[in-house]
């Protein structure tokens, strides 16, 4: 610590789900995808294994940029790529969410946004979920705010706010940045990007890694109004001029284009979700209304720390947050029919 710099002294990172490597173990703790990538998408990938990869990428990523803009019904302008939605999200903490007055987001919410005011140094204030752990959008109404951002569906608990709820937040805060990270969208939420054209303080933050099972490429990327667009990309070119290889750029593409594998993976995704949550209630459990590719859910019987040691003791993971409010839940991803036959073998064992 002697050659530290006084930011590093005073960052306390975010700590990401755990990746061990046990045998036989049922992994439910990190929300990737049961299902593979589209196959058209690993094709690219190995297709774009040669030669030019000795050359730097599209540092502007035009191609893929222009593949989502079709894909959202929007301009280039208003699509931004980079490695993954936490290094998007990454740069928008200081393009557009450092402001004088305090930065909005949920107190039981992802945890990196913390951490990434910190490391910017932006005030903060939090805003408390209602007693079901419900995002109230009338209560962001503030003389003094200079940006919002929320995750909808919400992280860690799935729960979603319609497009119409957004609609509201966005218009009745216009006159600020309004970030609406939409990484679990496409497993029930409505998305926000059909606000955008009207809303020109409305940025969303899309992923790769969860819906379209690319966790391990690493990309994401922002919707918005071309002048946000510009300030990320002010922000990237002073840190990373260019963030996407040309293998991810090429995968990505396939996947954007294979929709009818991408709509079978989410419907997949989604039926065994619903399976999950009613089992889980079968056997006691108190489980929020999820929009998202994980189940949040308590027993009463049980406190979460020790439930999710429990189950660790029979190589099944899942995600416990020692934090007010959701210290006794449990964090479940959705994973296979067979994985789910695990849990619920564990679960079963430990309640008896």
Not at 186 to 196: K, R, S
Not at 289 to 316: D, K, T, W, Y
């Amino acid at each position: 610590m002697q050659y530290w710099s006084a930011v590093a002294r005073r960052l306390s990172p975010y700590t990401p789900g755990e990746q061990p490597r046990i045998e036989g173990l049922v992994k439910l703790n990190t929300n990737e995808s049961p299902l593979p990538p589209s196959p058209r998408a690993l094709a690219a990938m190995h297709d774009a294994v040669d030669d030019s990869l000795r050359l730097y990428p599209d540092p502007e990523s035009v191609a893929l940029r222009k593949v989502l803009a079709a894909y959202h019904g929007l301009g280039v302008e208003n699509i931004f790529v980079g490695n993954s939605s936490d290094e998007v999200l990454a740069h928008i903490f200081p393009a557009l969410l450092k402001h004088d007055e305090p930065l909005l987001f949920p107190d039981v919410t992802y945890s990196f946004y913390p951490v990434w005011a910190n490391l910017h140094d932006i005030r903060t204030e939090t805003v408390a979920l209602d007693d079901d752990l419900r995002v109230v959008t009338g209560d962001y109404r503030r003389n003094s705010a200079g940006a919002i951002i929320i995750a909808n569906p919400n992280a860690p608990t799935g729960v979603a706010l319609g497009r119409d709820a957004i609609a509201r937040l966005v218009a009745e805060n216009a006159d600020i940045p309004v970030v609406v990270d939409e990484a679990y969208v496409d497993f029930g939420g409505e998305t926000a990007v059909p606000l955008i054209a009207d809303h020109p303080n409305l940025l969303v933050v899309r992923t790769f890694s969860k819906s379209r099972a690319l966790a391990g490429l690493r990309v994401g990327y922002a919707l918005g109004a071309a002048s946000l667009i510009e300030a990320l990309s002010r922000v990237k070119n002073c840190f990373n001029s260019y963030p996407l290889g040309r293998i991810a750029q090429a995968g990505a593409i396939a996947s954007v284009e294979d929709e009818a594998y991408f709509q079978a993976s989410l419907k997949t995704i989604v039926a065994e979700r619903e399976n999950m949550s009613a089992q889980l209630r079968d056997l006691g459990f108190s489980v929020l209304p999820s929009s998202a590719n994980f189940i949040f859910a308590r027993h009463p019987g049980a406190r979460g720390g020790e439930l999710a040691q429990a189950l660790r003791n029979r190589a099944v993971l899942v995600r416990h947050f020692n934090l007010p409010r959701i210290d006794d839940y449990l964090r479940i991803t959705v994973g296979t029919a067979e994985q789910s036959e695990k849990l619920f073998a564990a679960l079963k064992d430990i309640l008896k």
